[in-house]
């Protein structure tokens, strides 16, 4: 599978912005999409993540109320969209595939995860910068 991130812009405190990662391969819908960002001289955190099926959802403190995040699995398309952006929101984002197949978070045997270490499959990135 490969991940391709795009949607970055330079925008005011209060604006929005919409991340599309696009998905390439034909396993792609068997696995959780996860976002993760990295700040210059930061590590790289976990933003927000969505199941393979759609059906749960996970996001960090920081973004909950204001990220949402979907899938499109007919075009293997997984979208973040931002609202209400905050200086602190300014990072390089990055789309990721968890690496195992048909987890969900929160329910059923096989967990979804948040850590950068349990994701493979990295897009390029695409950078987001939040001016006050």
């Known amino acids: 599978v490969q991940l391709q991130a795009s949607g970055g812009g330079l925008v005011q405190a209060g604006d929005s912005l919409r991340l599309s990662c696009t998905l390439l391969g034909r396993t792609a819908s068997r696995y959780t999409v996860a976002w993760f960002r990295q700040a210059p001289g930061k590590e790289r955190e976990f933003v927000a993540g969505?199941?393979?099926?759609?059906?749960?959802?996970h996001f960090a403190d920081s973004v909950k109320d204001r990220f949402t995040i979907s899938r499109d699995n007919a075009n293997n398309i997984i979208d973040l969209q931002m609202n209400n952006l905050k200086p602190e929101d300014t990072a390089v984002y990055f789309c990721a595939t968890d690496t195992v197949p048909f987890s969900e978070y929160g329910v059923g045997n096989i967990q979804s995860s948040d850590a950068p270490e349990h994701f493979e499959s990295w897009g390029q990135g695409t950078l987001v910068t939040v001016s006050s």
């Open positions: 969505i199941s393979y099926s759609g059906s749960s959802t």
